[in-house]
């Protein structure tokens, strides 16, 4: 059957939310968070086999800039024509050697947000947005158009959906799981290979009697086929 859908808030919104975040992500329109997961280094007694000499410190640099450009002979659209490289050595600069892969966990900061975000925080005063001062007029003002320009960014409006921020994507997903209006004649479908919290959601609807089946991994790839041709 089919179902009309209603306007329902949606939980589109996964970032780690504080008023200072919001001000980064307002500044910029870069998804960020607010921790950073590296490991901290633990100092140790330094051995030889520890100790690095200049000169061979300088070598390994020098190979690796080597094979670095031979790969980029080989591959000229690598890092959108260098823009990559550049950004990383003007805004991210504090990674030095640092091969950061967990972006879609938590993506860093640039240099450039934080000085933005500085500058704005120091120059207005932002109160409370439940308030009804001219300082708590002006965050709510910012927050309302942060939604704005999350909901343009995925081609939608209020009309259809409300941005709602939560404290992050298991947060957003334990929404979806109360909020929708599970039934009898509800199924919910997750991929075998899914996150935890997906599982979650499962429990929501089996307590209001919804039907719910794992999909397999082949199945979702050969849709996702279809679709593309």
């Known amino acids: 059957n089919k179902i009309k859908v209603k306007k329902h808030k949606i939980c589109i ?6 008023i200072n975040i919001l001000f980064l992500v307002t500044t910029n329109m870069q998804v960020v ?6 490991p901290v280094p633990v100092k140790h007694q330094q051995t030889e086999q520890d100790t690095i000499s200049p000169s061979s410190s300088s070598s390994s640099s020098s190979s690796l800039s080597e094979k670095k450009k031979k790969f980029i002979e080989t591959h000229p659209a690598y890092g959108y024509n260098n823009t990559i490289d550049n950004i990383r050595a ?11 892969l967990d972006h879609a966990g938590t993506t860093l900061y640039s240099d ?26 002006k965050t709510t003002e910012m927050i309302d158009d942060m939604r704005r320009r999350i909901l343009k960014f995925c081609n939608t409006s209020s009309q259809n959906y409300q941005v709602i921020f939560t404290a992050g994507c298991t947060d957003s997903l334990r929404k979806v799981g109360e909020w929708f209006p599970w039934g009898p004649h509800s199924y919910f479908l997750y991929a075998a290979q899914c996150h935890n919290s997906v599982l979650g959601i499962r429990e929501y609807a089996l307590d209001k009697g919804a039907n719910w089946k794992s999909i397999p ?3 979702l790839e050969e849709s996702a086929g279809l679709y593309s041709s």
Do not use: M, V, W
Request: charged content about 20%; overall charge negative.
């Open 112 to 137: 450039s947000q934080l000085r933005k975000a500085f500058e704005d925080l120091s120059s207005n005063i932002y109160g409370n947005p439940h308030s009804q001062s001219s300082c708590s007029a």
């Open 33 to 38: 968070s607010s921790s950073q997961r590296c």
């Open 90 to 100: 003007s805004d991210f600069s504090r990674l030095q050697e640092t091969i950061y």
């Open 13 to 18: 919104s996964i970032y780690s939310i504080s």
């Open 217 to 219: 991994e082949e199945y």
